[in-house]
């Protein structure tokens, strides 16, 4: 029996945010029927991760592997997971645990990303568009520097007037930095990519600091159930079953 797939995301007050989790979900399991696909938080939202695992060897599974629905490797990814399972490790002694990669980096994000500015209604032709691909931030730098390393392929790939990465919190450039660098390359028009899987308090924050520094700036929407993360998400279960040995049971 293939191990049921724990897909934990970082939880919002938002309740948009448990929505589109949960509207990803069922994109995963449309494309896999039969998979037992569970989801769960690490915060804020319910139900937890660790208390789901616990759910999951209470109905007699004796393996389960996490996917965490994060889209780079910072903090929630190296330290909440990580003491989550911790957790469950010691209440559930006899359930293997596989954790998976985060979601990021991945060219599936970013067909994602640019799929949500043309649904937006944005012209990826547009020599006079400045785009700002707005992610989280995190005092991991290296999870800043991957977003940072999409926005340059994008620059380097499309012949928009230029592209840069923003933050929300935690890391420099913020979006009205962005902005004015953008126009100052000689951007006449704005477009907001999303580097965020669900809507929420930061991208919220994103939204209306755009609009302020450039009324009128198009907004795309988070990643959230686009068939391409819902594959990744199942390409992260698969890889991490070939890639961790076969637990031995007595």
Not at 83 to 91: H, N
Not at 131 to 145: E, I, T
Not at 180 to 186: F, P
């Amino acid at each position: 029996m293939t191990p049921p797939l724990v897909a934990v995301a970082h939880g919002s007050r938002d309740p948009r945010s448990a929505a589109m989790v949960s509207r990803l979900l069922d994109v995963v399991r449309a494309l896999r029927p039969g998979l037992d696909v569970r989801a769960a938080f690490l915060d804020l939202s319910a139900p937890r991760l660790a208390d789901v695992l616990t759910a999951v060897h209470g109905d007699g599974h004796r393996e389960a592997v996490v996917v965490p629905l994060l889209l780079g490797n910072a903090f929630h990814a190296r330290v909440d997971v990580p003491g989550a399972v911790a957790e469950v490790r010691t209440r559930c002694p006899r359930l293997e645990v596989r954790v998976a990669d985060v979601l990021g980096p991945d060219p599936r994000l970013e067909s994602a990303a640019l799929r949500r500015l043309v649904e937006a209604g944005v012209d990826l032709r547009d020599r006079d568009l400045g785009v700002v691909l707005a992610g989280a931030g995190s005092s991991h730098a290296p999870a800043n520097a991957a977003v940072a390393a999409v926005g340059r392929r994008w620059a380097a790939g499309a012949g928009w007037a230029g592209v840069r990465a923003a933050f929300a919190a935690a890391a420099d450039p913020d979006v009205p930095t962005a902005i004015a660098g953008l126009r100052a390359a000689g951007a006449r028009r704005i477009a907001v990519a999303s580097w965020f899987l669900a809507p929420g308090l930061l991208p919220d924050r994103i939204a209306a600091q755009a609009l302020a520094a450039a009324p009128g700036a198009v907004l795309a929407a988070p990643l959230g159930d686009d068939p391409e993360v819902a594959e990744l998400v199942l390409h992260r279960h698969a890889e991490t079953l070939v890639s961790c040995p076969q637990p031995q049971y007595a």
